[in-house]
């Protein structure tokens, strides 16, 4: 069995700058904060106006264990059971999913839900029960 930590606090405070993060996107240049969407429009056909800020929101989410580091002083210990196998076809499974759904946790779960966006209810109930069902399987099921 592969143990987990409660961290209640680091959670609120982690989702408390995801939400503010997704606020200020839409507030400022009217899109939503998926991730996924964000990613994929940093390759060609590019859109001028809008590479820089897309770059730098990317760039953000690459630099926020740099900046936990420098104000702890530490990193939160990373522990992955699978092997690289696993860890290409997880991401292109998550990657096809994404693309397949027109959206990702981000913008389903934190945008679309927060928008009261039914597609959005129904996208996040979907990759959630896939993923309970997954954890299940792979911790229970050999």
Do not use: K
């Amino acid at each position: 069995m592969v143990a987990t930590s409660f961290t209640p606090i680091a959670s609120i405070i982690g989702g408390a700058l995801i939400g503010i993060a997704a606020v200020l996107l839409m507030g400022f240049s009217g899109r939503i904060a998926g991730i996924s969407g964000i990613a994929s429009r940093l390759l060609p056909p590019y859109e001028d106006h809008e590479f820089a800020g897309r770059l730098a929101f990317i760039a953000g989410l690459l630099a926020a264990p740099l900046l936990v580091r420098l104000a702890t002083g530490d990193l939160p210990s990373q522990t992955i059971q699978a092997g690289p196998p696993v860890l290409v076809i997880a991401g292109l499974l998550v990657g096809f999913g994404s693309v397949w759904g027109s959206g990702c946790t981000s913008g389903h779960g934190v945008c679309g839900v927060s928008r009261l966006s039914m597609r959005s209810f129904v996208a996040t109930a979907v990759f959630m029960a896939t993923a309970i069902v997954t954890v299940y399987l792979v911790r229970h099921g050999g």
